[in-house]
């Protein structure tokens, strides 16, 4: 039975590495949350490790640039892996062509730039859908907007036989009080078109993989058991650690915030009702990240 805490320091200490979703527990897409930021940093200041794992469809340094804007302080954590750069591998590696459709807003073009680590990448055009040999999809061009009305296009691209790159799991994120679809609905909706879509973010296994890796590279090698997955998604980061063997600590506060009753923390009950409707259990739950 999943187990409500009040504070992460209270299991913290059986955990030497933390895998810490973004948005709805660090940040809240607009400015980081402070309760939260001070758990990092202490939990860090004791020795443990942070990999902060979001399924944010951007480039790790640029995911950085937009952490320092938010003010979350660079000793809350040690390294970034995101889905975008999972999903960028994957790309120039070719496996939805060279010739690709995008999906997305334009400030996210960035995703296209060349991977320096990558040995004989694949060169990627862009190009209109009657082109594509694929698509890339970040998201809807306007995230305010229901991703229904792309059925058109889907349409087409699952008629060509193309396959779909989803470079965010996500299907809507909360920035601020404001709630934007992602670029998991439009995978989702081509999926149940009959279309196949890739993913490459929480909960899917690419990005824990990139998580380990990012790891390692700090000189940590941790067992499963030894990794807390933290996040607000029940479908993606407590879904992916139970995929992947690790214990979950489930924000009540973000996503489901509602459906759990949460205001400083979650209403038992609600919890419960909420976890057995999505057959979803996670080792502990908490209104907050503290």
């Known amino acids: ?109 960035g995703f296209f730039e060349p991977l320096r680590i990558q040995r004989d990448p694949v060169e990627i055009t862009r190009v209109p859908l009657e082109e594509a040999e694929g698509i890339v999809c970040l998201g809807p061009e306007d995230p305010m907007e229901n991703p229904a009305i792309l059925r058109p296009q889907l349409l087409l691209a699952k008629q060509r036989g193309l396959k779909l790159l989803c470079a965010n799991p996500d299907i809507v994120v909360d920035r601020g009080a404001r709630r934007e679809w992602c670029a998991g609905a439009v995978a989702a909706l081509y999926t149940d078109m009959g279309g196949e879509s890739l993913y490459f973010g929480k909960p899917h296994p690419p990005i824990y993989d990139l998580a380990r890796r990012r790891l390692a590279s700090l000189g940590r090698d941790v067992p499963p058991e030894g990794i807390l997955c933290i996040g607000d998604g029940i479908h993606t980061d407590v879904a992916g650690a139970i995929g992947e063997d690790h214990d979950s600590l489930f924000i009540t506060g973000g996503l489901a915030a509602e459906e759990t009753r949460t205001t400083d923390q979650p209403d038992r009950d609600a919890l419960q009702a909420y976890l057995e409707k999505e057959q979803s259990f996670p080792t502990f739950a908490i209104g907050k990240l503290r």
């Open 1 to 109: 039975m999943t187990r409500i805490i009040t504070a992460l320091s209270e299991v913290s200490d059986r955990y030497d590495a933390l895998f810490v979703d973004l948005w709805g527990c660090v940040h809240d897409g607009v400015k980081a949350l402070p309760d939260a930021v001070a758990a990092l940093q202490a939990y860090r200041a004791g020795g443990g490790a942070v990999v902060l794992v979001t399924n944010s469809p951007r480039p790790r340094a640029s995911v950085e640039i937009q952490l320092d804007g938010f003010g979350v302080a660079r000793d809350a954590w040690d390294v970034i892996a995101t889905s975008g750069d999972s999903a960028r591998a994957a790309m120039f590696r070719g496996v939805v062509g060279q010739r690709v459709f995008y999906m997305g807003e334009q400030e996210d073009t």
